[in-house]
């Protein structure tokens, strides 16, 4: 987290948990306890809690978003819901891609792209989940899988479409299974993923491009992680889910160099 040009971010994925209530009282507590972070917070709820989540969050820095959306912007799509309809239920952001969408839903690049692009056009900030299966990284194919899905999500835009994208390193390996990249592990991913994002689209966007870590963050890894020239915040889920555990990932404690 070394740069001046971007300003952390730690948002936490809820998936498919919590009811309406329940959603109420967690975004309560995380509005009230994102008071005094050092970066930003974000929420992605179930598409049910949206509405309830925006009304607690209304006038509070901590952002909204929706954990996936579809790229056509209306019609006979039974089930689905367009970027549109996210920014009016009160959304900032969403989540594209993560890895459990690319795995059990099938969700190929070509979709992520037509996805990142309805995000985009809605005027929201897309999250673009990116990263390898255990098995890729063991045949040491890391950099080629990460190449491959920022190359063909990415494609065919103009660098100034590009300025509201976050990227999250997120592991397959490593999320919901207790096992973190190590702060090493990450931070290689992350200096590649910013190389080849300037290679992409220029230095300019890509400086200034933030890339979170995801996968079994907590309260006691938060800081070694964010410590990192290149992670420049978390997507969290598991921790996310916990009051106190989110709280202390909100407040992690910034390096001495730190913006
Ligand atoms: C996630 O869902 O994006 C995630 C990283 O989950 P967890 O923190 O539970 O590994």
Redesign the pocket.
């Known amino acids: 987290m070394s740069s001046n040009l971007r300003k952390p971010l730690i948002a936490g994925?809820w998936?498919m948990h919590l009811t309406l209530a329940e959603s109420v009282a967690l975004a309560k507590a995380v509005k009230e306890g994102s008071s005094g972070a050092p970066g930003e917070v974000a929420v992605f709820a179930p598409f049910t809690a949206l509405s309830v989540v925006a009304e607690v969050l209304k006038g509070s820095p901590v952002k909204l978003g929706a954990q996936d959306l579809y790229w056509e912007t209306h019609g006979a799509y039974t089930g689905e819901v367009s970027a549109g309809q996210i920014k009016d239920v009160g959304c900032q952001m969403t989540l594209i891609a993560?890895s459990e969408r690319r795995k059990l839903f099938h969700e190929t690049d070509e979709k992520v792209n037509k996805k990142l692009k309805a995000a985009l056009t809605a005027g929201l900030i897309p999250v673009l989940c990116v990263g390898e299966t255990l098995e890729e990284r063991e045949a040491q194919r890391t950099f080629k899988v990460l190449q491959t899905q920022l190359e063909e999500g990415l494609k065919g835009f103009a660098p100034t479409d590009l300025a509201p994208v976050v990227i999250a390193y997120?592991p397959v390996w490593?999320?919901?299974?207790g096992k973190t990249a190590t702060p090493d592990q990450a931070e290689e991913a992350h200096l590649f993923i910013r190389k080849t994002c300037a290679r992409l689209y220029g230095e300019a966007w890509s400086s200034g491009l933030r890339i979170l870590y995801?996968?079994?963050?907590t309260a006691d890894n938060v800081d070694t992680l964010m410590a990192q020239p290149n992670v420049d915040g978390a997507?969290?889920?598991?921790?996310s889910l916990k009051k106190d555990a989110f709280l202390r990932i909100m407040h992690f404690k910034a390096p001495a160099n730190a913006k």
């Open positions: 994925n998936k993560h997120e490593a999320i919901g299974t995801g996968g079994s963050v997507l969290v889920g598991g921790a």
